[in-house]
């Protein structure tokens, strides 16, 4: 028999009905499996019943270590990377700041030597323009240091040695240096056997 509230499995119990196991909600209102049976010799249905949530108990348990493992797992690599990512971050900053002091010493060396080789230096580019000169170039050539920027190394050789400008630029860039005799000018048009030692700084 079933009792009076209406709700109870509500009518999702057939008392004909074949074995099976549905769910519904008890007199408690609470969610339960039902295992319905029938008798073999006799018209009775035997209805057994459980709390979902006793069911569930352990799957809820495990979903939850499960989850936290995930967490924790989620976690780990976070930091992991995390701390790969900083380590490959702080080995860049080091090689920048090494990059820099080495910078800065050519800088200081180039310096001391701009102020006080006892020879003339000059920095030329490929083409032949002059980019930089040394105090010693400036005094002995005739130059202030705005004039020399504005000429090439053609314009400080002597007419008839200029032919050559080109051929010896690539000698410098093939042979990451080239050592050979010359005429000069001075800013007077006075001229001058020089002898030049060059090296290819990149």
């Given at each position: 028999?079933?009792?009076?509230?209406?709700?109870?499995?509500?009518?999702?119990?057939?008392?004909?009905?074949?074995?099976?196991?549905?769910?519904?909600?008890?007199?408690?209102?609470?969610?339960?499996?039902?295992?319905?049976?029938?008798?073999?010799?006799?018209?009775?249905?035997?209805?057994?019943?459980?709390?979902?949530?006793?069911?569930?108990?352990?799957?809820?348990?495990?979903?939850?270590?499960?989850?936290?493992?995930?967490?924790?797992?989620?976690?780990?690599?976070?930091?992991?990377?995390?701390?790969?990512?900083?380590?490959?971050?702080?080995?860049?900053?080091?090689?920048?700041?090494?990059?820099?002091?080495?910078?800065?010493?050519?800088?200081?060396?180039?310096?001391?030597?701009?102020?006080h080789a006892n020879d003339p230096i000059f920095l030329v580019e490929t083409d032949g323009r002059i980019v930089e000169a040394n105090d010693k170039a400036l005094?002995?050539?005739?130059?202030?240091?705005?004039?020399?920027?504005?000429?090439?190394?053609?314009?400080?050789?002597?007419?008839?040695?200029r032919r050559l400008i080109d051929e010896q630029l690539q000698k410098v860039v093939g042979s990451k240096g080239h050592r050979f005799e010359t005429v000069h000018?001075?800013?007077?048009?006075?001229?001058?056997?020089?002898?030049?030692?060059?090296?290819?700084?990149?």
């Amino acid at each position: 028999r079933l009792p009076a509230d209406p709700e109870y499995l509500t009518d999702r119990i057939n008392l004909r009905a074949e074995n099976g196991v549905i769910t519904a909600n008890d007199y408690r209102g609470r969610q339960v499996l039902v295992s319905i049976s029938t008798t073999g010799h006799f018209d009775w249905v035997i209805i057994t019943k459980v709390d979902t949530d006793e069911i569930l108990a352990p799957l809820i348990g495990q979903r939850r270590q499960f989850l936290i493992m995930i967490f924790t797992v989620s976690a780990l690599f976070a930091l992991t990377f995390f701390f790969l990512g900083k380590s490959k971050q702080s080995r860049h900053y080091r090689q920048i700041y090494h990059k820099e002091i080495e910078k800065q010493a050519i800088r200081s060396h180039y310096d001391y030597l701009r102020k006080h080789a006892n020879d003339p230096i000059f920095l030329v580019e490929t083409d032949g323009r002059i980019v930089e000169a040394n105090d010693k170039a400036l005094s002995t050539y005739g130059y202030t240091g705005h004039e020399i920027l504005s000429l090439t190394i053609s314009d400080i050789r002597a007419p008839e040695a200029r032919r050559l400008i080109d051929e010896q630029l690539q000698k410098v860039v093939g042979s990451k240096g080239h050592r050979f005799e010359t005429v000069h000018l001075k800013k007077d048009g006075t001229r001058f056997p020089v002898e030049i030692s060059s090296r290819l700084i990149e």
